[in-house]
């Protein structure tokens, strides 16, 4: 069982109306550290703002999963530089999982020398201190965890939304599949108390927040490092008696450790919505091997056939990726026979990219045209599939979450299923953070046109 640190709010808070900026790159797990960010600067006094030139204090939130991030990333500095020189008690600070990795800690120091705070995933909590130690001393922090040194509790939290919320339900990653940085930048699996689960979100259910997303590199292996019997199927059946809660969602599961107990569970828990993010990655058994996943493509399928069997109306969405080293053609057909069994409803499609430190970036590459023309088959299969899929749903009578106006029509309210298909409707503002029946009049590609029905009957 892993240690559990209390955060303390520090005594001394910042003088004057000073302002912070937090950029983000990457998944959701960044995205939620972001959030406590957000928090522990806004606990030190300072307030929010968009523009960078208002900042007293910016930080960019690093991802390095695949080379594009880590890209933006240098790119953003090298434009903060001006800044920096117009404006030097500006501190800048770089965090998350790019200096994870020492050579990358190293490389910032060194080609943007103007950066004054760098710090990992495993001291977020330090941040106040940090901050303190760089307007006192007036010289650059450089402060890299090798490794976790515990769970930090009761750390601020500023969320983006009013109506759903993020909650972390374990840190770090043991799979170590063969192409990813993950397990080396965010650590070993370890899972939070479910006691602090389960306040943090009768906490939020008090807030107002109707949905909440259990948010883990690999959700369905929760509990496995604890020294007591309790999994994430019994985490989903006590968060499922909370009152005033409407939606559990969860994200990510890994297709090996989705066991059928679970599967009973997600099928008889009324919270728990349909939906199974189960990324495959790859069709090919050969390639599965090689990246270490722990299935077979036989195993997937068949996971999948109990998942449709027990939830009927399970939506069903995936990771995809192609251009892994040594896929040969024949493997990639594995991969789009895969998509065409399974029909997923969407599914986040990745070329693979080297990741240095990884198994997989010393193994025999596939040429770049190669990925290029591979990615580009296998969006537009999954494309139609998609519109296919999307099609079968008009006439069909859904339970849609208001989350407000649509960002390109005020007339039109925007919500989603518990399948997390997106709807679109029109319907009073009013409706907003409310649930209501929505009939579909028209499948598109990426969302659902509806109508409301009015008396929740279905005409
Ligand atoms: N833990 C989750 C899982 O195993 O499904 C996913 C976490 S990972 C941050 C999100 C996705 O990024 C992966 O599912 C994979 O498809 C993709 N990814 C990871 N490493 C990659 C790489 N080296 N190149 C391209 N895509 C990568
Ligand atoms: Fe990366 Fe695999 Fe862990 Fe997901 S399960 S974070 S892909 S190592």
């Given at each position: ?41 806004e606990?030190l ?45 500006l ?42 130690q ?13 490794t ?41 699996e ?21 949905e ?29 008696k909370?009152?005033?809660?409407e ?31 189960l ?79 990884t ?23 999954q ?17 849609v ?7 390109n ?51």
């Amino acid at each position: 069982m892993v240690e559990k640190i209390e955060y303390k709010s520090p005594n001394k808070k910042v003088e004057g109306q000073k302002k912070y900026l937090i950029q983000s790159f990457g998944c959701q797990m960044n995205e939620r550290d972001a959030e406590s960010l957000s928090g522990i600067l806004e606990d030190l006094g300072y307030i929010p703002t968009d523009a960078q030139e208002e900042a007293d204090i910016i930080i960019l939130n690093t991802c390095c999963v695949r080379e594009t991030a880590e890209s933006k990333v240098y790119g953003l500095l090298g434009r903060l530089r001006k800044l920096k020189v117009a404006k030097p008690d500006l501190i800048l600070g770089v965090c998350g999982c790019m200096p994870q990795q020492e050579d990358v800690a190293k490389k910032i120091r060194h080609n943007f020398p103007f950066v004054d705070l760098i710090f990992g995933t495993h001291n977020v909590h330090e941040l106040p201190r940090m901050i303190h130690q760089v307007q006192e001393n007036h010289e650059a922090v450089l402060e890299v965890w090798a490794t976790e040194k515990g769970i930090v509790e009761n750390v601020p939290v500023r969320r983006k939304d009013k109506l759903k919320a993020w909650v972390t339900i374990m840190y770090g990653c043991n799979n170590f599949c063969t192409y990813c940085i993950v397990p080396y930048v965010r650590g070993r699996e370890r899972s939070r108390k479910p006691e602090d689960i389960i306040k943090e979100i009768q906490d939020l259910v008090q807030e107002g927040y109707k949905e909440v997303t259990l948010l883990g590199q690999n959700v369905n292996s929760y509990g496995k490092d604890m020294d007591v019997n309790y999994r994430f199927a019994d985490l989903l059946l006590d968060l499922d008696k909370i009152e005033g809660l409407e939606r559990i969602r969860f994200m990510t599961s890994h297709p090996r450790d989705f066991d059928q107990r679970l599967i009973d569970v997600i099928a008889s828990a009324k919270k728990v919505c349909e939906h199974f993010h189960l990324p495959a990655q790859a069709g090919s058994n050969r390639i599965l091997k090689l990246m270490n996943r722990g299935y077979t493509r036989e195993q997937y399928l068949d996971l999948i056939q109990r998942i449709k069997s027990a939830v009927p109306n399970a939506s069903i969405t995936a990771d995809l990726m192609v251009g892994f080293p040594g896929e040969t053609e024949e493997d990639f057909a594995d991969t789009l026979d895969l998509v065409k069994r399974v029909r997923y409803d969407s599914a986040f499609t990745f070329v693979y990219n080297i990741r240095t430190g990884t198994p997989a970036a010393k193994m025999e590459q596939v040429a770049e045209e190669v990925k290029s023309e591979r990615i580009q088959r296998l969006i537009e299969l999954q494309n139609k599939i998609s519109y296919e899929n999307n099609r079968q749903e008009e006439g069909k009578v859904f339970e849609v979450l208001v989350e407000g106006e649509t960002k390109n029509n005020p007339d039109l309210l925007a919500g989603r299923t518990r399948t997390n298909k997106l709807v679109v409707f029109q319907g009073p503002i009013e409706l907003t953070g409310k649930l209501v029946q929505v009939k579909i009049t028209k499948g598109r590609l990426n969302l659902l046109e509806g109508e409301l029905v009015l008396n929740g009957t279905n005409d």
